[in-house]
């Protein structure tokens, strides 16, 4: 599986939109990018993930780049709540089986009042 | 409500002693995760299981055992020959399948485990 780059840290205001950036310059074309995070003390939760088109959920939006080497998380309207590890992962999909997904150090996000 | 239970939520054990962690689920899914994570680093998957009775190793699957005899549960026994064992460990489940739900993980609220 590709390898994934995050800033250690970053901090936001609250109310504004939290942009997390992620290089992956050695993704292949079957592997899909994975946002997770986790609060402290929490197990990991599931954001959103996607292969080449621009994603949005209830919770974020996931901007990927046309060829595909970096992306983007997007938290539009961040919220004090929303203070957690971020973790980018790259993973092959188009499988049956489990998934295996390797969680590297992520970027932790702290939201300011 | 469908989740993923995990317990004890803190474990003490004295160096030598093997502990078993709790793992259940009830949203009917086929694999089953262990992970171990360590202050400020990312998770380490210790073992996984795709089907019932089956499972495989992952990167750091030494001084643990696992079993599968039913679909909801999946425990972990860290034994004795496990060096450093002191960690936070954090169980999860997905669906399997190409087609249909998707395949993220739900994971439980985790364990966590102090060698005295």
Redesign the interface.
């Known amino acids: 599986d590709a390898k994934t780059t995050q800033p250690p840290s970053m901090d936001c205001a609250e109310g504004r939109a939290a942009n997390l950036p992620c290089n992956h310059s050695t993704i292949s074309g079957n592997e899909y990018v ?1 946002w ?1 995070r986790q609060i402290h ?6 954001i959103i ?1 996607g292969l080449k088109n621009n994603e949005t959920n209830e919770m974020a939006s996931l901007i990927i780049t046309e060829d595909r080497k970096s992306s983007t998380l997007i938290l539009p309207h961040a919220t004090l709540r929303d203070t957690a590890v971020y ?1 980018c992962i790259v993973r092959v999909g ?13 970027t932790r996000l702290t939201i300011n009042p | 409500d469908g989740g993923i239970t995990q317990s004890p939520k803190y474990l003490f054990r004295k160096e030598g002693q093997n502990v078993t962690l709790s793992c259940e689920q009830n949203l009917n899914h086929d694999a089953m995760y262990w992970y171990r994570q360590d202050p400020g680093q990312g998770l380490r998957l210790i073992y996984y299981s795709q089907i019932v009775n089956d499972f495989q190793k992952g990167d750091i699957a030494e001084g643990y055992s696992v079993s599968r005899e039913k679909k909801e549960s999946f425990p972990l026994t860290v034994t004795s020959a496990q060096k450093n064992p002191t960690a936070f460990y954090l169980c999860a489940s997905s669906h399997t399948g190409l087609a249909g739900p998707s395949r993220e993980l739900f994971f439980g609220e985790g364990s966590r485990l102090t060698v005295l």
Do not use: R, T
């Open positions: 994975y997770y003390s929490q197990g990991p939760q599931y993930h973790y188009g499988f049956q089986g489990a998934q295996k997904l390797v969680f590297g150090q992520g």
